[in-house]
């Protein structure tokens, strides 16, 4: 018995086996016991016969290959693409599925080929023998037959495969209907023929999804430019957006999930549809921004920026439309906005609003399109074509040679914020929501100048004049507002200042109350007593003879705040301070509202009252220097809102500057106001107009000191970088400045460079010997 | 302020002898400004000008609403005058005039 055992070979064995290996691989029904018989001989074989794992194996292959042969003559046969095709998946389905049946019985040939080859190579560990014995996936037996399948068949029809299913799948795309199982299923064989375990989507991707990626870019490179050749750009986006979407639900119908395919596919889409044609496409966008074309610019937008830097040149053209629009804009109005501060705030926020819903209904908002607008917007807020602001340029030692003409931007904005905090027609119309939506507008604009530092001066100036005449519209808008300047950002050290001038108004107010409290007899008079440091630091002071009545208050003024106060000295601002007075005349008697230097000049009629005193007799009488003379006279003989001025005078001029010497004044004693066309014997009038809070020669030197300022500021901000970098290049030195600056205003390349040479020939710097373009700080 | 401006009216109107004038004063808001009566205006301390805060007072109290008034300036026997704030410090190590190196003895103090 054992010896006839020993005595099995393959030989003996396979005829038995054949047919039933042949029958599986044909489909045919196999019986139980020659299911199990199959088992019985492979495992006989592989036991009894040393070399019958190799036989076994080499027969099996035969047979294998001799079924896949049959199945391609018969796939071969069909003529026809779709034919072709269902024959096909036809084939391969049954024989895929014997793939899962056929190792089976084999699994003891299988182990015997392991374990000899585990002992020519010990390597092999047991648990990957394990492995093979478990996973069908892995099986040899499988293996064989997959390989076997793609050597035999697959490499010699796979040609005619992928073209037959592209050319289905182009059928589909020209609206023709089919089953798309076909082109699923031939996918599928191409995925699961792959024997290769490291990358099992090898075969499908180096044939099925090349041949896919390839028909699909040819398709669409004829398709594509015909369209956009019959059809223009405006048709051709809407096309090549609904076929972008389309070609992306076919992919994830014939494509294998999971693979990246899809991806792939898409953006070879994107390349043929729109990469290809940016620049045609793009030569559209400036057209359609101009035109305000939104829903044509949103499709431009989407599809453009599928493909890299696509919407770069998009981001440009809008940039260029809202700074030629804009300036257009501010040019054509230019008569009102540079005389009226709230036509031009108005008119820039006007444009302002435009461009945001542009962005918004074109561009959804995008960070990249909001940039572009921004950087715009600045230019045209900062532009100098319409009006500028001369800043003069600086002859002292440290100074620039001189600056570029600014925008004078603003000095209206802070014209405007004027208007909104002062009792003026304009606040008195506007209710306080009216007004703080408004102030938060001045904010927005603010965001976009570069020198803001010029609004703060101008919005100190007008708070100044508020606080001091008291025609601030709303105390509290007013300190919301210093704090919303803090919130955007404007320096700590500027905001504090203005902060400390509200102090300072409500300690004063404290201190008038206890004066008037402290005397009987002055009533007449209030006191503002500030801190210099806050409020009037480097103006210049101007000398007024006091008349009389103004006078006698001073030491008692004086007196009471020594009391109050030591280790401190006072100086008078006549220039700042004001009043009321009647006029009692022929016709009537009046309240007039004038500043302390008209007063001086009116009183000098109080001793003689009908006489005509000559304009050197007055300066001799109020001392008044000769421009804060003229500047006098001249709002009381020509203020702007009377019909009949206060004073006459002769010889007759157009210009404050031609008073002479001798030219005479008068009170004239017909002054009346006019209401309806008749004059009143009462009335109120205020005379003060601005007042005047600088000299004109401290207004010149204003300007200087902005100059001066940016120079320090400048060279501070230099000193606090260097001190913190020890070294640093010129290029990253700018873009730090520029950013600690910002708030203040823009540092001109100019000035950095003056500035950098100034500290290098003072040695608190030095450049590199290396390098000419690093920095090195020295202590 | 308008409360003023009845009283100024019906006096006006009522007070005969002024009347002969022809402008009389109503009202007058005079505005003076205060300083330190100081030689120099910077403490030699801090190097902050005397009518700000010193500097050690600017970053404490960023914003104490009467702050600046605490931060009063001192004035030495010397005549030498800085910050109080400062001085006080200074005394602790050094009990003399950081300019002019005489002993330090308080004057007078701003307020």
Known sequence: MLKEKGQITFEDKWPSMRPIVLKLLKQETVTQTEWQDLFGAVHSVCLW??????????SLQQDITMYIKQAQVRVLAQREDQALLKAYIAEWGKFFTQCNYLPTPFRQLENSINSISKVTSSNTSSSQKKNNNNNIEDSLVRKLMLDSWNQSIFVDIKERLQDSAMKLVQAERNGESFDSQLVIGVRESYVNLCSNTIDKLQIYRENFEAAYMQATEEFYKLKASEHLLANGVQSYMKYADQRL????????????????????????????????????????????????????????????????????PILRDLEAHIVSAGLADMVASADIITTDSEKYVERLLDLFRKFSMLVKDAFLDDPRFLTARDKAYKCVVNDTTVFKLELPSSTLARGSKGTAPESKCPELLANYCDMLLRKTPLSKRLTSEQIEI?????????????NKDVFMRYHKVHLTRRLILDSSADSEKEEDMVEWLREVGMPADYVNKLARMFQDVKVSEDLNTQFRADTTRHDAINIKILNAGAWARGSERVTVSLPLELEDYIPEVEEFYKKKHSGRKLQWYHHMSNGTITFANSVGRFDLDVTTFQMAVLFAWNQRPMEKISY??????????DPELRRTLWSLVAFPKLKRQLLCYDPLIQNPKDFVQNTIFWVNQEFALIKNGKPQRRGKINLIGRLQLSTE???????????????????????????????????????????ILKNMFLPSKKMIKEQLEWLIEHKYMRRDDEDINTFIYMA | MSGEDCDGMDRGDNDGPKSDKMFTLKKWNAVAMWSWDVECDTCAICRVQVMDACLRCQGESKKDSYGKQDCVVVWGECNHSFHFCCMSLWVKQNNRCPLCQQEWSIQRMGK
């Open chain 1, 49 to 58: 016969d040393e070399r019958g794992p190799y036989k076994l194996r080499d």
């Open chain 1, 245 to 312: 979407k389309e070609e992306e639900a076919r992919a994830h119908r014939y494509l294998e999930p999971g693979s990246g395919s899809v991806a792939a596919l898409t953006q070879c889409c994107e390349r043929v549809l729109i990469g290809e044609h940016l620049p045609t496409l793009l030569a559209e966008s400036a057209t359609l921004i101009k035109a305000g074309e939104t829903e044509k610019l949103q499709l431009m937008f989407r599809l453009l920026d599928r493909v890299p830097e696509g919407v770069v």
């Open chain 1, 697 to 739: 020669r401290s207004q010149i030197e204003d300007n200087h000191s902005i100059v001066q300022l940016r120079i320090l500021r400048t060279q501070e901000a230099i000193i606090k970088i260097l001190k913190m970098r020890k070294r640093i290049t010129n290029t990253a030195l700018q873009s730090e400045l520029v950013e």
């Open chain 1, 438 to 450: 408004r102030l938060r507008d001045v904010l927005l604009v603010l965001k976009y100048i570069e």
């Open chain 1, 616 to 625: 050197e007799n007055l300066r001799l009488a109020t001392e008044l220097p």
